[in-house]
């Protein structure tokens, strides 16, 4: 009864590990219509935030800082151009349009993918084919063929997807 318990005891421990909050810096991503990222701080804190109501994809939210970032848990950027449009400060603009300025990478210890179990949600949603499958199991983002639209961040099932991962 004694070794149960100690076992028992063991296994909750070694379990309770995964569980730990890990201090994770969050990565402020900004729409991809901007040539200084001062103009963030100048400008944003005094408008409305009329770039997010034009978003189709309603992923430009809002800071503490009144700056607006994107939020791909939500949607990706179709880069549609409406907010650079809608901008009336003149942050974002059409003439500086670039891709979203963050590198997407995936977390193998998260995908299930790498873990053996068959899912290609990541690559689904993917329209330039930058996610490629060594065999059926191990996804690889091609940072050459991604446009960083964040598309592939909602669909995953274990949010194996890290933006702004090296």
């Known amino acids: 009864m004694h070794t149960n318990n100690s076992r028992r005891e063991l296994f909750s421990s070694l379990a309770s590990l995964g569980r730990e909050k890990k201090e994770i810096k969050k990565v402020v991503v900004r729409p991809p219509y901007f040539e200084n990222k001062d103009d ?5 804190a005094s408008c409305d935030g009329v770039c997010a109501s034009f978003c189709q ?15 791909f848990t939500v949607s990706g950027c179709t880069y549609c151009d409406e907010c650079a449009k809608a901008c009336p ?3 974002l603009k059409l003439d500086s349009k670039k891709k979203v300025d963050v590198k997407f990478t995936i977390d193998i210890l998260k995908c299930i993918s790498w873990n053996q ?6 690559k689904d949603p993917c329209l330039e084919n930058a996610i490629k499958f060594l065999g059926m199991f191990r996804p690889e983002i ?3 063929l991604c446009t960083n639209c964040g598309f592939c961040v909602k669909v995953c099932p274990t949010n194996a997807i890290i933006v702004g991962g090296d």
Do not use: A, R
């Open 40 to 44: 963030f701080y100048k400008e944003c």
């Open 57 to 71: 994809e309603h992923i430009i939210l809002f800071g503490d800082d009144k700056t607006p970032y994107l939020d």
């Open 89 to 91: 400060k003149g942050v």
């Open 117 to 122: 179990t068959m899912c290609f949600s990541c």
């Open 142 to 144: 091609n940072s050459q």
